[in-house]
T-cell receptor
Framework: NAGVTQTPKFQVLKTGQSMTLQCAQD?????MYWYRQDPGMGLRLIYY???????DKGEVPNGYNVSRLNKREFSLRLESAAPSQTSVYFC?????????????FGPGTRLTVL | RKEVEQDPGPFNVPEGATVAFNCTYS??????FFWYRQDCRKEPKLLMS???SGNEDGRFTAQLNRASQYISLLIRDSKLSDSATYLC???????????FGSGTKLNVKP
């Protein structure tokens, strides 16, 4: 049981390049999330998917697109990377409902845009 | 205005000390409350959920005050291994969104 996995762990891009961050979970969770974490800012929600086939914008969606490929996988795409997108990206999943809405996080992707 | 606000610290305390963190949230519709722990360059992990009646897990005690819209975390008998950043998180259940505070850094020193 791997939990939440993310690839790649590290990436350096040049301004204008594109890339896709991959995320997968094996806990059969319905909800999945993408966050970015910047120093002093905490985690900010980029996009989330409440269930397979649905996606919604979070707090900071500009410059990103997502795909909920199936129940397990939720990818984040940067079409034209900008230096302001230098950050640590975390994917998470949860099973909302009841009294425990714990989120499980992947190990993160450290992205630098030059 | 941020949805969740925390004192960034750092809190520098000796081993064995008791330390308390507070966190305030702005949306009265918040449904669920959590403390997460994040070690340096690692992902956040759930420390404990926060229930209306307050709850305790070993050396850790969490309290919720809905009227004043804040939650607290008390750590007793601090250990070196408690050194980390503690994130306050609230969930607007109906909107499937979690809001994170920027974290409070704790350094426990020998």
């Amino acid at each position: 049981n791997a939990g939440v996995t993310q690839t790649p762990k590290f990436q350096v891009l040049k301004t204008g390049q594109s890339m896709t961050l991959q995320c997968a979970q094996d806990m059969n969770h319905n909800s999945m999330y993408w966050y970015r974490q910047d120093p002093g800012m905490g985690l900010r929600l980029i996009y989330y998917s409440a269930s397979e086939g649905t996606t919604d914008k979070g707090e900071v969606p500009n410059g990103y697109n997502v795909s909920r490929l199936n129940k397990r996988e939720f990818s984040l795409r940067l079409e034209s990377a900008a230096p302001s997108q230098t950050s640590v990206y975390f994917c998470a999943s949860s099973e909302l409902g009841g009294s425990n809405n714990e989120q499980f996080f992947g190990p993160g992707t450290r992205l630098t845009v030059l | 205005r941020k949805e969740v606000e925390q004192d960034p610290g750092p809190f520098n305390v000796p081993e064995g000390a008791t330390v308390a963190f507070n966190c305030t949230y702005s949306n009265s519709a918040s449904q669920s409350f959590f403390w997460y722990r994040q070690d340096c360059r690692k992902e956040p992990k759930l420390l404990m959920s926060v229930y209306s009646s307050g709850n305790e897990d070993g050396r850790f005690t969490a309290q919720l005050n809905r009227a004043s819209q804040y939650i607290s975390l008390l750590i007793r008998d601090s250990k070196l291994s408690d050194s980390a950043t503690y994130l306050c998180v609230v969930n607007l259940y109906n909107f499937n969104k979690f809001y994170f505070g920027s974290g409070t850094k704790l350094n426990v020193k020998p």
